[in-house]
């Protein structure tokens, strides 16, 4: 049993525990974030998919020793970033999910790609989900669910940038119902 | 005025990682539960000593057979069930004794502490050799000898995949059924052998299909708590919980009212869940502990006893006439049931069945034989042994096609099933939109185009057929009940039996309730999953919940409307009216308001409004009303739906559901002639489900059985070496990615069938059943030659390809 300190979802936590536990159990059992699932505890599914310093890991395979450095950002920790909440809306309005089990992994995992759209190409952020499996959906309504945020970035770009030209504002701003902010961006249902 | 409702969707909830599975909850004083398994295909237990494991410290109970009682019981009529294995075990990972502790690691060590001394029997794999291994134990009888030597020498002549490890010896695995054959059906209609022999043409061969793990992303798990007085609680996601619910209470004696089963949210089962063998062994051990126990399996051991598709070997001819007209059909199907019964006969007897509502064969004939082997038992999984026939019977359907120089598309539609028919079997349809669903398909998917693809594209169709419901589940009745009531709140609350497994049960009842009382689906709350508290149901299975818990659910919200009318004009006078979700008093000069404001929006109408048109209640005031006058009781109605359907008597013959869904599928691949790695990159799905009630949750049901029909017929396979699977993780077993899903198209041709709420049909299995058969046909279709095994892999294929060039030298 060792004292760790972890920095989760912003705030210091202190767990006592064996160093060689994995992340996932510490989340879940010591500190009741249930929402970081548990599929396989050998890698392979992902639906325990948490942020560590914003990269996507799989916390079943994460000693909580090596973690003590990092932030950690679990689904519980994500509501309201704007990107989330635009994806938990898109997700929704698609039917993103329907048993729900893999979801709060793909949601992570989605929000963290969207938070790097240097690394993605428009219409390539589902290469993230690479290691993500879902049995319910076929995936279909994930994707639009991918495509309904990132067509609301762009033209939240188009709207916000500072070249932007007077006709792209109007149009963008009036797609956007007057967004002010990411999670504001109105998505269609 | 009404206080706001939240909302109650459980999307939002998953979506925020907010929904507890049975994983996620924790009972107090709750003790881990382990299960020590055999490592023996097939072995007579000596000796079992716990004595050490009982001495680990944390270690409260540790049970084997001669702590469970043993009554005969099983989920069907096949009573080969037990709690733990008693003299002998039957398959790698049966169960021999379980413990509970402190802790997991208290358990596993308790686990690893147990002696078994085990004696090995011979064991047969084949469901073929398993009835020569049963026959050749039959002494003196020369019938038994002769089929035995015949099915020895058949199962010996052919190409096995290795685990054939049966040296001719007796095998007989449960001393009740000495021919190791718990099922054999005949199924005929017609002169078949009189079709067959004015055929023009006959396709056909050996077909066989994959034992495919059902995959659910949460893994199997329960909580049981034993109390004397309350009896047995089992907190486990089981779609069916008052079938399981039987079962468990004949395996403990119990009244079935001790048993109550609370069914947390589904992470997914697609058949695994419904019961298991995890639930009694959790149940004894709460009872030997005295304190809840705990199972929930990692990936590992679930996939080792999830119980996978029953793996079936179809011998099928089709005979037609020059113009591609079928005239008859023969098949037989061999089906590995395992070791002992799940829901096995159910999926041969839809396999030798279920096609032939689709299409008009002429005369058929159908042999089932359902084989205990030493594998782990296999049960049901979506598409419940009609994709696995169609598999093989739209194999040859292309075949016959490609022998008279017609479009495969034609031949179907020359045969297909049509509105108003009564199939071979008994089926009524009374709606059947199948000929425009094909039509539909091959405009989508640029049909024409296929004769001009390049080599190693391919565009395949296959067609599919289902239920919405069947009669033959329960021998008792078929149906549902629902309860409606309206909350105080103004939310009225539908109570039913069926279960919500992430198919969009829930909300589509919602809908349906919505729809007769003319509100917000948003104020009504569907709740289910709870033996001791809700109606009793059948459960989610046969892709009944649409049409049999909707029609209940529409039923009870008609009378909850109706009584609120009678409430309405006996306690506001007879001039108030109940429409629209609202109640309108006429006011003075006696015309009721016009326009009612939304409930719990507005608040009471302006003043002047009340004043002209009288007064508007909304369904929280009309609720508080009720209450006042009716001693504090709430307004509830409960009604049952009973479907006009046949039972399937021993002729099988009948109209068993009373909806028949049907879909038009159509894929195209594309196979790398150096690997043999085919991609599917583009598919198509028109389908006949009714009047879709629940857009988004339908589109998902097609997609997401789509995608496992890919999974199905190109990667997935538990591979048994001598009864022990050899691929049980999830990196060995490829499901499906996001990558191997390609865009699929899905298009509903909407007519209403006259027995479904507001004329639905169900859509969750029908949208599996062509799926592998369209991968498969249009793979044929690129290669020019056909796999008749699935999954039809990279190997497979490149041998395929292989062999033909072998065979018709060079390519």
Redesign the interface.
């Known amino acids: 049993m060792n004292n760790l300190s972890l920095s989760i979802n912003g705030q210091l936590q202190r767990v006592a525990c064996d160093p060689l536990t994995p992340l996932a159990d510490v989340l879940?059992d010591g500190l009741r974030l249930?929402?970081?699932?548990?599929?396989?505890?050998?890698g392979?599914?992902g639906?325990c998919t948490v942020l560590l310093d914003g990269e996507p890991v799989l916390s079943c395979l994460l000693p909580v020793a090596a973690v003590q450095d990092a932030k950690i950002q679990?689904?519980?920790g994500l509501?309201g970033d704007p990107r989330f909440e635009a994806l938990?809306s898109a997700?929704?309005?698609?039917?993103?999910?329907?048993?729900?089990?893999?979801?709060?992994g793909i949601?992570v995992t989605l929000t963290a790609a969207l938070r790097q759209p240097d690394r993605f190409a428009p219409g390539e952020y589902?290469a993230a989900?690479?290691n993500?499996?879902?049995?319910?959906?076929?995936?279909?309504?994930?994707?639009e669910a991918i495509a309904q945020v990132t067509a609301g970035l762009q033209s939240q770009e188009m709207t916000a940038g500072p070249a932007r030209n007077s006709t792209a504002t109007s149009e963008g701003a009036e797609a956007l119902g007057q967004a002010d902010a990411l999670g504001k961006v109105a998505i269609p249902r | 005025m009404s206080p706001a409702v939240t909302t109650h969707?459980?999307?939002?909830?998953?979506?925020?990682?907010?929904?507890?599975?049975v994983?996620?909850l924790h009972l107090p004083g709750e003790l881990v539960g382990g299960i020590l398994r055999s490592p023996h295909p097939h072995a007579r237990i000596l000796s079992i000593d716990t004595r050490r494991a009982r001495a680990i410290p944390g270690v409260h109970a540790v049970i084997t057979a001669a702590d469970v009682p043993h009554p005969p019981f099983g989920p069907t009529q096949y009573k080969d069930w037990n709690i733990l294995a008693r003299d002998r075990v039957r398959f790698i990972g049966d169960e021999v004794a379980a413990v509970a502790a402190e802790s997991a690691e208290a358990a596993a060590q308790a686990i690893a502490a147990i002696e078994v001394v085990y004696h090995p029997l011979p064991a047969v794999f084949d469901p073929e050799e398993a009835l020569a291994a049963g026959l050749a134990g039959a002494a003196g009888s020369g019938a038994a000898a002769r089929v035995a030597t015949r099915a020895a020498a058949a199962a010996g002549g052919r190409a096995t995949d290795g685990s054939g490890a049966w040296a001719g010896e007796p095998v007989v695995i449960h001393d009740e059924t000495p021919d190791n054959r718990p099922m054999h059906i005949h199924i005929e209609r017609g002169d078949v052998d009189a079709a067959f022999a004015k055929a023009a043409i006959v396709r056909g061969g050996r077909y066989t299909t994959n034992r495919i793990y059902q995959?659910?992303?949460?893994?199997i798990g329960v909580i049981a708590t034993w109390d004397e007085a309350e009896g047995l609680t089992l907190i486990t996601p089981s779609h069916i919980p008052y079938r399981a619910r039987e079962t468990y209470a004949a395996a403990f004696g119990l009244p079935e009212e001790k048993v109550r089963i609370q069914v947390p949210?589904?992470?997914?089962?697609?058949g695994a869940k419904y019961v298991h063998k995890a639930h009694l062994i959790a149940a004894a051990l709460a009872r030997a502990a005295g304190r809840p126990v705990r199972i929930v399996f990692?990936?590992y051991e679930d996939m080792l006893t999830a119980h996978p598709r029953v793996p079936l070997t179809i011998d099928i001819r089709i005979a037609a006439d020059e113009t591609g007209r079928f005239l008859g059909k023969d098949v037989t199907v061999w089906g590995d049931a395992g070791a002992r019964v799940y829901w096995s006969p159910n999926v041969l007897a839809t396999a030798c069945s279920r096609p032939d509502s689709l299409y008009h064969f002429g005369a058929v004939r159908a042999e089932g034989h359902l084989m205990y082997t030493n594998h782990s038992p296999t049960t049901c999984m979506r598409g419940f042994g009609n994709a696995e026939m169609l598999f093989a019977v739209e194999s040859v359907i292309d075949e016959i096609a490609e022998g008279l120089g017609l479009d495969p598309a034609e031949v179907r539609l020359r045969n297909i099933v049509h509105r108003g028919e009564t199939t071979v079997h008994g089926y009524r349809l009374d709606s059947c939109e199948l000929e425009a669903c094909v039509k539909r398909v091959m405009e989508l998917s640029g049909w024409s185009r296929r004769k001009d693809l390049p080599k190693y594209r391919g565009l395949g169709m296959a067609l599919g057929n289902h239920v919405s419901g069947y009669r033959g589940i329960d021998p008792r009745f078929e149906g549902s009940t629902a309860v409606a009531r309206l909350r105080a709140d103004g939310v009225v609350e539908v109570e039913t039996g069926e279960i919500d497994?992430?198919?969009?049960m829930s909300s589509t009842y919602a809908r349906i309730a919505a729809r007769v009382l003319e509100i917000d689906p948003a104020r009504v709350l569907v709740k289910s999953g709870d033996t001791g508290r809700y109606p009793f149901g059948i459960g989610t299975l046969a892709s009944r919940s649409t049409v049999m818990g909707g029609n209940a659910i529409r039923l009870a919200a008609e009378r909850l409307r109706d009584a609120l009318a009678n409430f309405v004009a006996e306690a506001l006078g007879p001039g108030a009216r109940f429409a629209g979700g609202v109640a309108r008093v006429p006011g003075p000069d006696g015309r009721a308001a016009p326009g009612a404001p939304e409930a719990g929006e507005g608040g009471s109408p302006a003043p002047g409004v009340a004043e002209t048109f009288g007064k508007v209640y909304d369904l929280a005031e009309l609720a508080r009303l009720y209450r006042a006058r009716h001693a504090g009781d709430a307004l509830e109605v409960r009604a049952s739906y009973t479907p006009q359907t046949d039972f399937p008597g021993k002729d099988f013959y009948g109209n068993p559901s009373p909806a028949y869904p049907f879909a038009a599928h159509v894929a195209e691949v594309e196979v790398d002639p150096e690997t043999g790695r085919a991609r599917v990159i583009g598919y198509w799905a028109v389908h006949d489900a009714g009047v879709v009630l629940n857009r988004?949750?339908a589109?998902?049901q097609v997609?997401?059985?789509?995608?496992?029909g890919i999974g199905w017929a190109l990667m997935e396979d538990l591979r048994t070496h001598r009864g022990a699977v050899q691929n049980l993780?999830?990196?060995d077993y490829r499901?499906?990615?996001?990558?191997d899903?390609p865009?699929?198209t899905v298009e509903f041709v909407e007519v209403p069938d006259p027995h479904g709420p507001f004329g639905a049909k169900s859509v969750g299995e029908v949208a599996i059943d062509p799926a592998p058969a369209a991968v498969a046909n249009a793979i044929a279709h690129a290669l020019g030659v056909r796999g008749h095994a699935l999954p039809l892999t990279a190997e497979s294929l490149w041998r395929l390809q292989r062999d033909a060039r072998r065979d018709g030298g060079g390519a």
Do not use: W
Request: hydrophobic residues 30%; proline residues 5%; glycine residues 16%.
């Open positions: 879940r249930t929402g970081t699932k548990i599929g396989c505890r050998t392979e599914c639906a679990t689904v519980e509501a938990a997700m929704d309005a698609c039917g993103g999910a329907q048993c729900g089990y893999c979801t709060p949601m589902e989900l690479k993500n499996l879902c049995r319910c959906t076929g995936y279909r309504a994930i994707r | 969707n459980d999307l939002d909830d998953k979506i925020r990682g907010r929904t507890k599975y994983a996620d995959g659910h992303l949460e893994p949210p589904i992470g997914g089962s697609f990692d990936r497994l992430g198919q969009g988004v949750a589109t998902g997609v997401g059985g789509v995608a496992q993780t999830l990196l499901m499906p990615g996001v990558a899903v865009p699929v």
